[in-house]
């Protein structure tokens, strides 16, 4: 019986790949496709704000949004084994930039590093997040060289909110069960294999999903509050959510193509464009008891199928909304 020849991986040294931290491995992890695979890694949808970013006297890497909550992230990248020294520069930068992710990435860290991410997120609040990952170059043959991220540490949300919960009562009943609304949600998404990726679930009545670009994203929402009636009433609501500072010039681009728009979709929206706030909502909704949990597997489909219709049609869409508005 004649077997599929298989090829073996081939570990390589970083160093064949780049000869510099500066301009070689930064610039190439400022690329889109890279910074789009670093986020998979980490369950973050990733955008270049900046290299070289000045903080003071010092330079940090790269910093990127989260364009799922507009929220900083600071990326610091070495092809060494960690360091105090670029520990330092990760603290002194954070503070400066006032980042809420921070990413150290290097060739090898060190038990000492390690230990000290894994203090740092177990002694900061659920704002400030610290990932460690080491990043390997393989290659099968003479195949190109293949870039592959492990993370050796990362915020552990469950404990963090367990603590929360634990001390001062913050965490309500209600807020509790909002978190395990979207925890199961979470779960459900992945094990359908959405093509929409869901953040971190938290005790709070919505959960955000990045469209790959700042300013905008979509937003799942539960509330007991009917947005039609404008009375008591639960219901569930999938959002285009606009809230940069071209919220409005984006909003009026949208509208012009509103049958188009609402036509692809195949369902109509609300266009919410309140005049005393610089954002703007396009969200789908229904009248749904989330609060009782036999129906939250109906409830999950009909969140998931707005979802991935809704992203399909505005991810590209609103890239050339921006580049208009620029115009």
């Known amino acids: 019986m004649n077997s599929t020849p298989l090829g073996r991986l081939r570990k390589i040294d970083l160093r064949e790949a780049w000869a510099s931290e500066s301009?070689?491995?930064?610039?190439?992890?400022?690329?889109?496709?890279?910074?789009?695979?670093?986020?998979?890694?980490?369950?973050?949808?990733?955008?270049?704000?900046?290299q070289e970013k000045e903080v003071g006297p010092f330079r940090a890497d790269?910093?990127?949004?989260?364009t799922a909550n507009d929220s900083w992230v600071l990326i610091e990248n070495q092809l060494e084994r960690t360091d105090h020294t670029h520990l330092g520069q990760l603290l002194t930068y954070a503070a400066g930039l006032n980042a809420v992710t921070i990413v150290w990435i290097c060739q090898r860290?060190?038990?000492?590093?390690?230990a000290a991410l894994d203090w740092l997120n177990e002694r900061t609040d659920e704002k400030i997040n610290f990932f460690g990952l080491e990043i390997e170059l393989w290659r099968i043959g003479d195949s190109p060289i293949a870039p592959k991220f492990n993370v050796v540490c990362q915020p552990n949300d469950w404990s963090r909110t367990v603590q929360q919960a634990a001390t001062g009562g913050e965490v309500s009943a209600h807020k509790q069960f909002q978190?395990?609304?979207?925890?199961?949600?979470?779960?459900?998404?992945?094990?359908?294999?959405?093509?929409?990726?869901?953040?971190?679930?938290?005790?709070?009545?919505?959960?955000?999903?990045?469209?790959?670009?700042?300013?905008?994203?979509?937003?799942?929402?539960?509330?007991?509050?009917?947005?039609?009636?404008?009375?008591?009433?639960?219901e569930i609501r999938v959002e285009l959510y606009l809230h940069s500072s071209q919220a409005k010039q984006e909003f009026a681009l949208l509208q012009r193509r509103k049958a188009e728009?609402?036509?692809?979709?195949?369902?109509p929206l609300v266009w919410h464009n309140p005049e005393d706030k610089n954002i703007c909502k396009l969200f789908a909704r229904q009248d749904a008891d989330w609060?009782?949990?036999?129906?939250?597997?109906?409830?999950?489909?009909?969140?998931?199928?707005?979802?991935?219709?809704?992203?399909?049609?505005?991810?590209?869409?609103?890239?050339?909304?921006?580049?208009?508005?620029?115009?």
Not at 182 to 192: G, I, L, Q, V
Not at 261 to 267: I, R, S, T
């Open 23 to 50: 301009s070689g491995f930064t610039p190439w992890l400022a690329q889109e496709e890279n910074l789009q695979l670093l986020g998979e890694t980490i369950g973050l949808d990733l955008e270049l704000e900046s």
């Open 109 to 114: 860290f060190t038990e000492e590093h390690r």
């Open 291 to 327: 609060l009782d949990e036999r129906k939250w597997p109906q409830q999950f489909a009909w969140l998931k199928q707005h979802l991935e219709i809704m992203h399909r049609i505005f991810a590209p869409l609103m890239k050339d909304i921006r580049d208009q508005v620029r115009d």
């Open 62 to 66: 790269i910093l990127c949004k989260d």
């Open 261 to 267: 728009l609402e036509k692809a979709l195949g369902f």
């Open 179 to 234: 978190l395990r609304f979207w925890t199961a949600f979470r779960d459900y998404m992945e094990h359908e294999g959405s093509t929409v990726r869901c953040q971190k679930p938290l005790p709070q009545h919505w959960t955000n999903h990045a469209i790959g670009r700042s300013g905008a994203h979509l937003c799942s929402i539960v509330s007991t509050w009917n947005s039609i009636a404008k009375s008591q009433g639960s």
